[in-house]
């Protein structure tokens, strides 16, 4: 709502510009279009016009063009409502805070849950691949950096009017996935999840730390591991008995790690039955002359248009690599479900992978290759360095969740809100939940970060359980707003009573929440949600600390406050579910 009052001032502007070039200079020729900032200080207004663009051309200095344009603008009866100022070269607006107010209260009592939706992407199809384990560990806090973003950037797309599918490809094949079932064979003596207790994904991922130890002592080891890829790929039904029964323990765990951190998929996909694919596609290519063929019988790619080098498709044997196997994906992929834009949500040390990989789907002629994104993310480390499968030095997923969803039980104890709470235990998991995909989705996506868990699941600062507590805070208010102040509910809200410096950062606070929603889908960057959250929550916390709302001095002005309360509660439970943070009424 803010850009449509921005949108309705600029063109006015710009109106009243053309007006005085044609009818005091006689120019008729269009202008530069008009720059819109945000004045550096409240006190010069809400939007400023700099006007440095046409002194030279109407002959003007531009304070002097700023006055002459609030002198014109000011004499029209159907002009927006709001206050014009001149700073120096700028014209600035003030907005009418109050209509906007009233204007606000109408959408978004309105449109509720709907309210900062749009429908820029109605007529899109978009596809979203992210996730994407291996089948031969459980899920590490990686991991869980590449789902909040892939399950936020569904989340905010859709919210755009975007259709959403989501895919995940499981790593179910290949040398790293044969490591575990030969130390398994080796040394497992025939456990089982249920026989020990253990996760599936955990069972299986122990024994592949146990073959990176074995493969320090015997030095066949990893020969070995290629031995069984290559009875796996024969067919041979042993080694395929042994890699069945080992994967459905590892995707069994993982199930359950998806439903314990609200992760969904529309479409799985399985690098078994994928990884034949596209070598077709590829021998198409080299027919039309798009590859060539080195003398040792090898495929490749020239990339010098794209400013790399050269790139390998098939090998000598016949053999694909990833890369030919992902050119089939895709191929596959637009085929069951004909997609407009395809993101991959992958770090970003496989951005050269996927510069190709675009590329090539574009030398073969398929039009869609101009809408693949490579959503490029950076690492997560620890704050005592890089994390490290085979060596067990991960921060499980598993047990991350557990020891956030402690640590917020503890705090629920601590401060004796048990009986405030409905269920402490889902409670605490929600908590927990939030403080995760919050602290992950806050920092801007390509950066590297690094995860502490208990500055994550902190109730103060920039963090996940403070703004669901600021929301179980206006809760609580409003539950007791409806209880005892059912006289004052049946009044009008009066926007006019709105009028300190708070109440009117916090209500342009509203009307931009939209724009972000655009800008955050533009982009494919929910830290613009996070940013937002937290400045409208430290906003809304300022204001409700020196501010009386239920023992405010009217009735009108007890019900004014309410109304703004209201407003900022539904953002912040619409924003939330942009970024998987569970709202909570009561903490």
Same mark, same amino acid.
């Given at each position: 709502m803010l850009s449509a009052v921005r949108e309705k001032w600029k063109t006015l502007v710009e109106e009243q510009l053309a007006l005085y070039a044609k009818s005091v200079m006689g120019i008729e020729e269009p202008l530069a279009p008009l720059a819109v900032q945000i004045p550096p200080k409240p006190e010069l207004g809400d939007i400023a016009f700099p006007l440095f663009a046409y002194a030279k051309v109407l002959r003007s200095a531009p304070p002097l063009l700023a006055q002459q344009l609030k002198t014109q603008i000011e004499k029209l009866d159907d002009r927006p409502s709001g206050d014009l100022l001149v700073a120096g070269p700028y014209l600035n607006v003030r907005i009418d805070i109050a209509s906007l107010a009233t204007s606000l209260s109408e959408v978004v009592g309105r449109e509720r849950e709907r309210y900062g939706t749009n429908a820029t992407l109605s007529d899109k199809r978009v596809m979203i691949e992210f996730s994407c384990p291996n089948t031969n560990k459980p899920l590490h806090l990686g991991h869980m950096r590449n789902d909040s973003l892939g399950e936020s950037v569904a989340a905010i797309l859709k919210a755009n009017g975007a259709m959403v599918r989501k895919v995940n490809l499981i790593n179910n094949r290949g040398v790293h996935i044969c490591k575990s079932m030969l130390a398994y064979q080796k040394f497992g003596n025939h456990e089982t999840p249920d026989s020990t207790g253990i996760k599936g994904d955990h069972l299986v991922g122990n024994y592949y730390v146990k073959f990176a130890a074995w493969a320090k002592e015997d030095p066949t080891a990893e020969e070995q591991a290629q031995e069984m890829l290559r009875k796996w790929e024969a067919g041979d039904p042993e080694t395929i008995a042994l890699w069945e029964l080992m994967n459905g323990w590892t995707l069994d765990g993982l199930a359950q790690s998806y439903a314990k951190m609200g992760i969904s998929f529309d479409a799985y996909y399985y690098e078994s039955q994928t990884y034949r694919y596209g070598k077709d596609?590829?021998?198409?290519?080299?027919?039309?002359?798009?590859?060539?063929?080195?003398?040792?019988?090898?495929?490749?790619?020239?990339?010098?248009?794209?400013?790399? &080098?050269?790139?390998?498709?098939?090998?000598?044997?016949?053999?694909?690599?990833?890369?030919?196997?992902?050119?089939?994906?895709?191929?596959?992929?637009?085929?069951?479900?004909?997609? &407009?834009?395809?993101?991959?949500?992958?770090?970003?040390?496989?951005?050269?992978?996927?510069?190709?990989?675009?590329?090539?789907? @574009?030398?073969?002629?398929?039009?869609?290759?101009?809408?693949?994104?490579?959503?490029?993310?950076?690492?997560?480390?620890?704050?005592?360095?890089?994390?490290?499968?085979?060596?067990?030095?991960?921060?499980?997923?598993?047990?991350?969740?557990?020891?956030?969803?402690?640590?917020?039980?503890?705090?629920?104890?601590?401060?004796?809100?048990?009986?405030?709470?409905?269920?402490?235990?889902?409670?605490?998991?929600?908590?927990?939940?939030?403080?995760?995909?919050?602290?992950?989705?806050?920092?801007?996506?390509?950066?590297?970060? #690094?995860?502490?868990?208990?500055?994550? #699941?902190?109730?103060?600062?920039?963090?996940?359980?403070?703004?669901?507590?600021? @929301?179980?805070?206006?809760?609580?208010?409003?539950?007791?707003?409806?209880?005892?102040?059912?006289?004052?509910?049946?009044?009008?809200?009066?926007?006019?009573?709105?009028?300190?410096?708070?109440?009117?950062?916090? #209500?342009?606070?509203?009307?931009?929440?939209?724009?972000?929603?655009?800008?955050?889908?533009?982009?494919?960057?929910?830290?613009?949600?996070?940013?937002?959250?937290? &400045?409208?929550?430290?906003?809304?916390?300022?204001?409700?600390?020196?501010?009386?709302?239920?023992?405010?001095?009217?009735?009108?002005?007890?019900?004014?406050?309410?109304?703004?309360?209201?407003?900022?509660?539904?953002?912040?439970?619409?924003?939330?579910?942009?970024?998987?943070?569970?709202?909570?009424?009561?903490?």
């Amino acid at each position: 709502m803010l850009s449509a009052v921005r949108e309705k001032w600029k063109t006015l502007v710009e109106e009243q510009l053309a007006l005085y070039a044609k009818s005091v200079m006689g120019i008729e020729e269009p202008l530069a279009p008009l720059a819109v900032q945000i004045p550096p200080k409240p006190e010069l207004g809400d939007i400023a016009f700099p006007l440095f663009a046409y002194a030279k051309v109407l002959r003007s200095a531009p304070p002097l063009l700023a006055q002459q344009l609030k002198t014109q603008i000011e004499k029209l009866d159907d002009r927006p409502s709001g206050d014009l100022l001149v700073a120096g070269p700028y014209l600035n607006v003030r907005i009418d805070i109050a209509s906007l107010a009233t204007s606000l209260s109408e959408v978004v009592g309105r449109e509720r849950e709907r309210y900062g939706t749009n429908a820029t992407l109605s007529d899109k199809r978009v596809m979203i691949e992210f996730s994407c384990p291996n089948t031969n560990k459980p899920l590490h806090l990686g991991h869980m950096r590449n789902d909040s973003l892939g399950e936020s950037v569904a989340a905010i797309l859709k919210a755009n009017g975007a259709m959403v599918r989501k895919v995940n490809l499981i790593n179910n094949r290949g040398v790293h996935i044969c490591k575990s079932m030969l130390a398994y064979q080796k040394f497992g003596n025939h456990e089982t999840p249920d026989s020990t207790g253990i996760k599936g994904d955990h069972l299986v991922g122990n024994y592949y730390v146990k073959f990176a130890a074995w493969a320090k002592e015997d030095p066949t080891a990893e020969e070995q591991a290629q031995e069984m890829l290559r009875k796996w790929e024969a067919g041979d039904p042993e080694t395929i008995a042994l890699w069945e029964l080992m994967n459905g323990w590892t995707l069994d765990g993982l199930a359950q790690s998806y439903a314990k951190m609200g992760i969904s998929f529309d479409a799985y996909y399985y690098e078994s039955q994928t990884y034949r694919y596209g070598k077709d596609e590829i021998l198409k290519g080299l027919e039309n002359g798009v590859f060539y063929r080195q003398e040792d019988g090898s495929v490749w790619v020239d990339l010098e248009s794209i400013k790399l &080098d050269k790139k390998v498709l098939l090998r000598k044997d016949g053999t694909s690599l990833y890369m030919t196997q992902d050119v089939g994906t895709a191929i596959m992929r637009h085929k069951d479900w004909p997609f &407009d834009s395809l993101i991959y949500v992958v770090a970003s040390e496989q951005q050269y992978h996927f510069k190709v990989l675009f590329h090539v789907l @574009g030398l073969l002629g398929y039009e869609w290759a101009k809408d693949l994104h490579h959503l490029s993310y950076g690492m997560v480390n620890l704050p005592e360095g890089k994390m490290k499968s085979r060596e067990g030095t991960v921060v499980d997923a598993d047990e991350l969740v557990d020891t956030l969803t402690s640590l917020a039980r503890a705090e629920i104890k601590e401060k004796e809100r048990e009986e405030l709470v409905d269920d402490v235990e889902k409670t605490s998991q929600s908590i927990a939940l939030g403080a995760l995909n919050y602290y992950l989705l806050q920092v801007t996506p390509t950066k590297d970060m #690094i995860f502490n868990p208990k500055e994550s #699941i902190s109730f103060n600062g920039n963090t996940g359980p403070y703004l669901q507590y600021m @929301g179980a805070r206006i809760s609580s208010m409003l539950r007791k707003y409806e209880a005892e102040y059912a006289e004052v509910a049946k009044l009008g809200f009066d926007s006019s009573l709105l009028t300190l410096f708070d109440e009117r950062e916090l #209500i342009k606070q509203i009307a931009l929440y939209p724009e972000v929603v655009a800008k955050a889908g533009a982009e494919y960057d929910p830290s613009l949600l996070c940013t937002y959250l937290y &400045d409208l929550s430290k906003l809304f916390s300022r204001w409700y600390h020196d501010n009386p709302v239920l023992k405010a001095a009217t009735p009108a002005l007890v019900r004014s406050r309410i109304e703004l309360a209201s407003m900022v509660l539904q953002v912040l439970k619409n924003a939330f579910s942009l970024i998987g943070v569970p709202f909570l009424a009561s903490m």
